[in-house]
């Protein structure tokens, strides 16, 4: 079977949380085969799952706009696909055979000052991130770049993970970034902001693409 085009690459939109609460309180497998369980959602941080959403609607509009196929794992309050938790979330990108599977997450520390964007990726590990690990890391420092080049918000820099269940099930590239802090009075405001969402927007869409093409 010959080999999708670059302008016929999906890039898979995974706006975070958004769980029903009944499928939150869920445990899966964080990765394939593991006994370890892990919460199919945590909640995250209070405004969180709307920022995301906001955030990755715009940047579907963005892409849009440069002849990508977009899609998003979630388009409304809450996430209903498959399961329910991150493992369907992870299939499915999966299935429809993604590019890259970005995933759009806000922050939140018990450190009120704590700001800033950053961007992580799959460790590496056989059998699970092997075959993602190289793609998905160059994929982290491209939109990194581009999304802190597009908001001059402060770079955190990238951290690798091993515990994300998003990751390791996983069979495309896949980044998640923390575009900023909830629990920072100043930076939620920003993030609630359709003005600073825009660009947040462009930035992953700058990074998304470039990967793409590249």
Known sequence: MLAPTLAAALICLDPGHG??????????????GARQTKIKDGGGAPGE?????????KTRTLLLRRGKRVALTRDGATFR?????????AQYCNRRDAALMLRVHADGSSDRSAR?????????????TDDVYADS?????LVQRSVVAATSAPSRGLSRR??????????????????????????????ESPAYQWRVARGLADGAAGFVDG
């Open 162 to 191: 091993a515990d994300l269940t998003g990751f390791n099930w996983a069979d495309v590239p896949v980044v998640l970034v923390e575009v900023g802090f909830m629990t920072n009075h100043r930076e939620r405001l920003l993030l």
């Open 81 to 89: 696909y498959g399961n329910g938790g991150n493992v369907a979330r």
């Open 137 to 141: 890391l160059r994929a982290a420092r």
């Open 19 to 32: 769980t029903p609460p009944a499928v939150a309180v869920q445990r899966e497998p964080v990765g394939p």
């Open 49 to 57: 799952a709307a920022v995301a959403l906001a955030i990755a609607r």
């Open 116 to 128: 800033g964007v950053s961007t992580l990726y799959p460790a590496l590990r056989r059998g699970w």
